[in-house]
């Protein structure tokens, strides 16, 4: 590890959300049924089976996130867990999609969520930066409003880029192409979820294409599918498109049958920048640790090719890291 920790670009805040948090939130909003049918028989970690199991569970776990105290706390855990873990920056995405849906005003969220990240800096050396995104599924005109949203919060708020998420086969990024050329327009930093399943086929690697030459996305969240196509893996490196790699989530919401399966290998020897990164490490069980250990047990990553990549994704960073 570096001296300065580690940098993580991938996480998100509501996966973020500890088992222990689950349950205080739980108990705050009346609702005991929900740590029982999201959690293992003690409580100690989340239980879910495949993609959409997932993602139903996700919108549990946002359905007690309505305050924002309540956002406040989540982001101060995520400070603690993020210092445990070596990580020294982060970039934490929040859905403002799923917060508009809700009808929670999203500024003043991200202004709990700035004085949070000012308390994790002082407390525990972690500097946290934050990346508002839309959820894809729900159309162009909701994703205009989180968007609206974030550059009113924008970067006196800690906003350092805007995302996309959801379901792939749901949200064609294309839609987005408009959305997104405001976003360069206006200075900040692109990232969208694309090729997370590779079991979509050609549409998966269509999904990475769409992000990168319609929507002018930097980053590129996931994107196994890229492998499946020798003239996209070129593309990305050609272009220095960076992956925001997340092999255990993947295994987790069954993208890749097993860790043995992700395409790390492939992707960094084709000289596309790239890191590890947990995704939701709450929901997933998941360290940065753990990640990069693994990677040197499955795809041989030496310690020269791990510092490589937090070089990559310090340079890959929206903000300032060092
Ligand atoms: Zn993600």
Not at 7 to 14: A, G, P, Y
Not at 44 to 54: D, K, L, P, Q, T
Request: charged share 25%; aromatic share 8%.
């Amino acid at each position: 590890m570096t001296p300065a920790g580690r940098v993580e670009l991938h996480t998100h805040l509501e996966g973020s959300v500890t088992p222990a948090r689950l349950i205080l939130l739980a108990e705050k909003y009346g609702q005991p049924g929900l740590p029982a049918a999201l959690l293992n028989e003690d409580g100690s970690a989340y239980r879910f089976e495949g993609f959409h199991g997932f993602l139903d569970a996700f919108k549990d776990v946002t359905s007690l996130l309505r305050t924002p105290g309540d956002f406040y706390a989540a982001a101060r855990d995520l400070g603690g867990i993020l210092k445990a873990d070596g990580v020294s920056y982060a970039e934490v995405s929040l859905s403002y999609g799923v917060l508009l849906k809700r009808n929670i005003d999203p500024v003043t969220v991200q202004s709990a969520l700035f004085d949070a990240a000012a308390e994790v800096g002082e407390r525990d050396g972690v500097t946290i930066r934050w990346i508002p995104d839309a959820v894809r599924q729900w159309g162009v005109d909701a994703g205009w409003r989180a968007w609206e949203a974030a550059a009113r919060a924008g970067g006196a708020l800690g906003v350092v880029g805007f995302g996309l998420g959801g379901d792939e086969a749901a949200g064609p990024a294309a839609d987005f192409a408009d959305l997104f050329a405001e976003v360069k327009s206006e200075g900040f930093g692109i990232t969208i979820h694309a090729g997370e399943m590779p079991a979509m086929g050609r549409a998966a690697v269509d999904s990475i294409r769409q992000a990168v030459e319609e929507c002018g996305a930097d980053r590129i969240g996931h994107g196994l599918a890229a492998v499946q196509d020798p003239l996209m893996l070129a593309t990305l490196a050609a272009r220095g498109v960076f992956v925001e790699m997340c092999p255990g989530s993947n295994v987790r919401t069954g993208g890749i049958a097993d860790w043995s399966d992700h395409p790390l290998r492939e992707i960094l020897d084709a000289g596309v920048p790239c890191c590890l990164n947990t995704d939701d490490r709450a929901m997933f069980d998941l360290d940065l640790e753990g990640e990069y250990g693994r990677a040197a047990e499955y795809a041989d990553l030496s310690p020269e090719e791990h510092d490589g990549m937090q070089k990559a994704a310090r340079k890959a960073a929206f903000h300032e890291c060092d």
